[in-house]
């Protein structure tokens, strides 16, 4: 059969598995090709005895024993050849992939070295071009060097040229160097021109121009791809940190001081079991568990660790210096505190003060003859200024008590001598007004001894002087009694650390903002300092002392003027110097938001019964609302405790807000809601803030004198009271006879044995002296007349309304209730 016909035979012309596809000779075997599903294999053609396969090996011979049962010699020799047939196909694929391997690695090898040769050849071309460069500048620098320099002068004539051999003409030095700049200063413009361009031929021989990478850069890059070529990846190192922890925080914040991805903060989170957004907030100990979670390190901190800034230092010895002493004037109102402290400063506060009283702190600093510095303090005396005398006790070392001679110990006397010995300072006792012809000193230091204040003159430990503000008798004996009671206290303070005071005054000034009157206690306050004080913080942006004169820092017991708040701060807070405006502004925000929660704790009612209990006395107690404006904090302050004390369990007064500063719209508006009065104390509204209070009625009122402010708002809340009622007894009458009319009922035939009867009294029914009833008359009549009123001893008839429960011998009083109008005490 010849190729043909073997092509007939078994080849169909088409691409279906199990088909013949191809018939070739191999020496004298006929053999077919033939696609099957899985395999291509090459078989022998039937009939073909003692045909090879192709790959050379003698035939197989089929075992009679292992050949199944159907299958003919012929096809298990078959089956056998094609699979000998396609385990040589799979070696020599195995073979194949080795070698486009073994190809592959040597191509990537190649590459590298080719991109090693062209950065060694950037290197050595950048190392010339540099070397050229230097070279040609150190040309220039010797030409220019050489046209500087002098012409030599000619020794001998220069010899002829030779004519015979003719010369090109030499272009002139001016013209070379002409023409050397040009090229010179067209290069690198053309070079800038030009590098931002990247042509076909700089992109393949990677001669790009311009910037060039670093050898450091290169190295890393040629790094990285080895380990990628290689299969590698350097495994990034995990980096501890320590994260703090307040007691709340939000994902966000949480993922960004541990350095990690938000993503998976929150997928760590729903592992846990909480659903969070990066907004939300989660509490300390779930966020424990996710710092640990990631290998962080958790330290704890708490809201209150904020103001671990400002904590006390102790300060050594070799630090410490001497400090002025601070010295309180204390007192009774009216007993010459400011008249003497205007003596000894020769100056005049007094003149200026509102009804001659002191109303607020002062605080001055004063140089003696003999050089040595005090600082005063000038507390008022008036009863309701309790709060401004013992913050004057709490930061002084020396408390001078001044008593008037002419009126002795008083109450707020004994308030200041309380307050004295609770802050533990020593006491001077000034008797004041000894000029006056009823004074009497011994009668001062005699009711002294009530107060268990025993003076020297009475062999006490208690310094006295007699004094007199009008005739300066006594004033330099109480400057030396002050000297030498701080020269035993040794007062001492480190000037050269953070500077800390107490506020004694705040108030809101027109122009200069929120104003703090500060007495510095340890270190030194310099203009630029970022401090806090209370809920408040700011810079120091100027300091004024007592003369209005501007300094540039204040040391220790100095008081000083400090401009720079960021709002009024409550009078006796405490002013600490930090370090930055961030923990500043932390620390008086956390101190704003402790001081809010016990304000809304302590309004709050914590049960049911408390809040039921609560709302009955607010329906039973009127209350006088006020908003109240003062010039400094401390009054307003003053005013608003001696305010809480009016009232009653009828009334009380309310202060819906107080502050310092000029009244303006926002207190008109408050005020007209409320329908409350504004208090103004030495303040005025401006006048926007009158318009708007003439056009919505909100009463305004000034004063200047604290206990006429007082006065006024008791008058007002005594309106409030609900008037006595008080009963008045006019008469008594007894019945003699009942009598019953028709259309009337029974009427009473009385005698009026007491006082007088009146048709409009009450009357009370009396039965063997008992109450039986209450009420009014319907009737009174004089025989057959209807009279408003029957006098004593004369007979009458009267019928009770809505009762006819009468009876012979029963008793008729008669009464008339009429309003008493109470007041507060």
């Known amino acids: 059969m010849s190729d043909t016909d073997g092509k007939k035979t078994l080849g169909l012309g088409g691409k279906r598995p199990g088909q013949v596809k191809q018939s070739f000779s191999h020496g004298r075997t006929k053999s077919v090709v033939v696609e099957t599903k899985r395999k291509r294999v090459v078989v022998p053609k039937p009939g073909a005895q003692g045909a090879a396969p192709a790959t050379g090996k003698p035939p197989v011979k089929s075992d009679p024993a292992k050949r199944p049962a159907g299958i003919t010699d012929a096809e298990m020799e078959r089956r056998l050849k094609a699979l000998q047939a396609a385990k040589a196909r799979e070696t020599e694929e195995q073979a194949r992939r080795e070698a486009e391997e073994r190809a592959r690695e040597e191509e990537r090898q190649r590459r590298r070295d080719e991109q090693e040769a062209r950065e060694r050849e950037e290197r050595e071309r950048e190392a010339a071009l540099k070397a050229r460069e230097e070279e040609e500048a150190r040309a220039a620098e010797a030409a220019a060097r050489a046209e500087a320099a002098p012409p030599p002068k000619a020794a001998e004539p220069a010899p002829a040229p030779d004519r015979a051999r003719p010369q090109s ?125 990631f290998g962080h390190k958790v330290i704890r901190v708490s809201d209150s660790d904020v103001e671990q800034v400002i904590e006390q230092v102790e300060d050594t010895p070799e630090a410490l210096q001497p400090r002025p002493p601070i010295i309180t004037i204390m007192g009774h109102v009216d007993h010459g505190k400011t008249s003497l402290l205007d003596a000894i400063r020769e100056a005049n506060v007094v003149s200026g003060e509102a009804g001659g009283i002191t109303q607020h702190i002062g605080a001055y600093q004063v140089t003696t003859e003999s050089g ?181 820092a204040a040391g220790p017991s100095v008081p000083v003027e400090v401009l720079g708040l960021n709002g009024t701060p409550e009078a006796g807070d405490v002013l600490n110097v930090v370090e930055t405006e961030a923990q500043a502004r932390e620390i008086a925000s956390y101190r704003e938001n402790l001081a809010k929660e016990k304000r809304a704790a302590a309004g709050a009612a914590t049960t049911l019964e408390q809040l039921m209990a609560k709302a009955k006395a607010d329906e039973s107690v009127a209350e006088l609302p006020v908003l109240v404006k003062a010039d400094v904090q401390g009054s307003a302050e003053a005013i608003v405790q001696a305010l809480e004390k009016v009232g009653n369990e009828e009334v009380r007064v309310r202060v819906l807000h107080s502050g310092v500063g000029a009244i303006t719209d926002s207190d008109v508006g408050l005020a007209e809601a409320s329908g409350a009065p504004i208090l103004g104390f030495n303040v005025r509204a401006n006048a926007s803030a009158r318009n708007s209070a003439n056009q919505k009625g909100v009463e305004l009122r000034y004063y200047s004198i604290i206990y006429d402010l007082i006065d006024d708002i008791k008058a007002a809340a005594s309106g409030l009271l609900s008037a006595e009622i008080r009963e008045k007894y006019i008469g008594y009458a007894e019945i003699r ?86 007041s507060l005490a």
Request: charged share 30%; with cysteine.
């Open 169 to 293: 003409p030499q272009p002139t030095p001016r013209k070379v160097d002409r023409d050397k700049d040009r090229d010179s200063k067209s290069k690198p413009r053309e070079a800038g021109r030009r590098s931002g361009k990247l042509t076909l031929n700089e992109a393949l021989s990677g001669d790009a121009g311009g910037r060039q990478r670093s050898l450091a850069a290169m190295k890393r890059k040629q790094e990285r791809a080895r380990q990628k070529a290689m299969g590698q990846s350097a495994p990034r190192e995990k980096v501890t940190r320590e994260v703090r922890l307040p007691e709340t925080i939000v994902v966000q914040e949480l993922a960004n001081r541990m350095a990690e991805r938000v993503a998976d903060v929150v997928k760590a989170l729903m592992n846990m079991g909480i659903m969070a957004t990066m907004n939300q907030t989660i509490d300390a100990d779930t966020a424990e568990l996710v710092i640990e979670e």
């Open 372 to 552: 040595a510095v005090l600082s005063f303090l000038d507390t008022p005396g008036h009863a309701a200024f309790t709060s401004m005398r013992a913050r004057g006790a709490n930061v002084t070392d020396i408390v001078v008590l001044v008593v008037a001679a002419d009126d002795s110990v008083m109450p707020q006397t004994v308030e200041a001598i309380n307050h004295a010995k609770a802050a533990g300072v020593p006491m001077i006792v000034a008797i004041n007004k000894c000029d006056k012809p009823q004074a009497d000193a011994n009668r001062v230091r005699t009711e002294l001894l009530q107060h268990e204040v025993v003076v020297e003159a009475m062999s006490g430990d208690v310094q006295d002087v007699e004094v007199s503000a009008i005739t300066r008798q006594g004033l330099d004996e109480l400057l030396e009694a002050i000297a030498l009671q701080a020269e035993i206290l040794e007062l001492q303070a480190n000037p050269d650390r953070a500077a800390m005071g107490a506020v004694i005054e705040a108030k809101l000034d027109i122009g200069r903002g929120p104003v703090a009157t500060v007495l510095v206690q340890h270190g030194t306050l310099r203009r630029g300092d970022i401090f806090v004080v209370g809920e408040q913080w700011g810079k120091v942006r100027a300091l004024i002392n007592d003369k209005g004169e501007r300094v540039d």
């Open 737 to 822: 006879e009942v009598f019953k009319v028709s259309g009337v009922g029974k009427v009473a035939g009385c005698l009026v044995t007491e006082g007088i009867a009146r048709r409009s009294a009450g009357v009370r029914l009396l039965r063997d002296d008992v109450v039986i009833h209450e009420g009014t008359l319907k009737t009174l009549k004089r025989f057959k007349d209807e009279v408003k009123e029957v006098q004593s001893g004369q007979e009458c008839g009267m019928a009770f309304e809505n009762y006819e429960d009468i009876r012979q011998g029963d008793v008729i009083e008669i009464f008339e209730r009429e309003e008493v109008e109470r």
